[in-house]
């Protein structure tokens, strides 16, 4: 199992505007910032800051460089560079000592602990949930909880038999805002975001979702969709439709990874979306029955976590 700390929890960058304002506010008391410059560029820049503080995320936020930072994020490096030095100087994030790369600061924990939308009841029975279904399975078991149009990688588990290790597919940075991984590749780690819409996790989401909030994020996601699922749209929206009905989703395209994902949705106790699960198995061990054992203790796992739900509803991210 990953560590609880290992990423920040999804819908944090909210948060974590009130810090970056704070830092722009001051800057304009001491006559740092000219104030009409300010108001043309600070929405994107705040854009910026939190795609960058996204991605230092990922891979359960393992330290980078800049120039990796800027390649991913399609900036030149004395912008992404700019960007660090104002997060770390409100504590967003922070340079290794006697080193070139940055990771997330200690500010972020700070500000996790204060939106205690899920409880910590929550994340114990996660914890124990993936692990009872990775022992079930044999595969890799990942919980993802969406974020806006995204859907975060927050938790992860590897039973016995999970899939040899390959590559995430990412989708160019030079193409869209972000870099995505656009498949429930059981390379997924926490911090990994992905669209929703794509992937078995991805449309189990969507299915979940009401009919003009699913317009709405397919109109939007519609090119990044096109270019993973290669399908005119009216089949794509049958698609889902089919799987709303079907309560799960699978995908058995992976075969060059030699795996088959399989995935439900993750609700509240009152049936609102939060996100999905996502089992990966070995695609020569997926056998009907097995595949079919797979969804069974997915939904049960499903079950149990959205008991496990606070009683603060959940609000997915503006990120």
């Known amino acids: 199992m990953v560590p609880a700390g290992s990423a920040a929890e999804p819908g944090l960058v909210a948060l974590m505007c009130a810090k970056m304002t704070q830092y722009v506010l001051h800057n304009v008391e001491v006559g740092k910032v000219d104030m009409a410059a300010e108001r043309r560029t600070?929405?994107?820049?705040?854009?910026?800051?939190?795609?960058?503080?996204?991605?230092?995320?990922?891979?359960?936020?393992a330290p980078r460089r800049i120039a990796s930072i800027a390649r991913a994020l399609a900036l030149p490096e004395p912008t992404v560079a700019r960007l660090l030095g104002g997060l770390a100087e409100v504590g967003l994030v922070e340079r290794l000592p006697h080193s070139l790369l940055w990771r997330l600061g200690p500010e972020i924990d700070a500000l996790a602990q204060a939106r205690p939308?899920?409880?910590?009841?929550?994340?114990?029975?996660?914890?124990?949930?993936?692990?009872?279904?990775?022992?079930?399975?044999?595969?890799t078991v990942t919980l993802w909880?969406?974020?806006?149009?995204?859907?975060?990688?927050?938790?992860r588990a590897?039973?016995?038999?999970?899939?040899?290790?390959?590559?995430?597919?990412?989708?160019?940075?030079?193409?869209?805002?972000t870099s995505f991984i656009v498949d429930d590749g059981h390379d997924a780690c926490p911090g990994d975001r992905a669209p929703l819409g794509i992937g078995a996790g991805g449309l189990v989401e969507l299915a979940g979702l009401s009919a003009e909030d699913q317009g709405a994020i397919v109109g939007r996601l519609w090119p990044r969709i096109l270019a993973s699922e290669h399908m005119p749209r009216s089949e794509y929206d049958a698609q889902v439709d089919a799987l709303r009905e079907q309560g799960y989703a699978t995908d058995d395209s992976h075969d060059w990874q030699h795996s088959f994902c399989t995935a439900v949705a993750l609700t509240d106790a009152a049936g609102a979306l939060i996100g999905d699960l996502v089992v990966v198995q070995r695609l020569e061990l997926a056998s009907v029955s097995r595949r079919l054992a797979a969804v069974q203790a997915l939904q049960r796992a499903a079950r149990r976590?959205?008991?496990?739900?606070?009683?603060?509803?959940?609000?997915?991210?503006?990120r």
Do not use: K, M, N
């Open 305 to 318: 976590l959205a008991q496990s739900v606070s009683d603060r509803p959940y609000s997915a991210s503006l």
């Open 42 to 61: 600070g929405t994107q820049a705040l854009h910026r800051a939190a795609d960058l503080l996204a991605e230092l995320a990922r891979d359960a936020g």
């Open 145 to 155: 909880l969406r974020s806006g149009d995204d859907r975060v990688c927050v938790r």
């Open 158 to 177: 590897d039973g016995v038999l999970a899939p040899d290790s390959v590559s995430v597919v990412r989708l160019d940075a030079a193409s869209s805002d």
């Open 117 to 139: 939308v899920l409880s910590p009841s929550f994340w114990r029975e996660a914890d124990a949930v993936l692990d009872e279904v990775a022992d079930t399975t044999g595969g």
